[in-house]
């Protein structure tokens, strides 16, 4: 999954999830290109501005390798 965030003066939050079903768990991280800016099952962002655009994805990786989101 990749999210391409355009904002206007109509956007106010963005919650986004993702569902990782491993064994062991995996650790989740968020990017925006290819800066990391959060982790954890669910990325928030509040008060969303214009520099909130551009494409997000996420990497869950455990013991077992790695996979980024397309």
Request: net charge positive; with cysteine.
């Amino acid at each position: 999954m990749s999210l391409l965030f355009r904002c206007t003066n109509e956007c106010f939050s963005v919650h986004q999830s993702i569902c990782s079903d491993s064994n062991p768990p995996a650790e989740i991280s968020w990017f925006k290109g290819r800066t990391f800016v959060g982790s954890g099952r669910i990325y928030s962002i509040s008060k969303i501005s214009s520099d909130h655009s551009g494409e997000y994805k996420c990497k869950s990786r455990n013991e077992h390798g790695e996979k980024y989101s397309k």
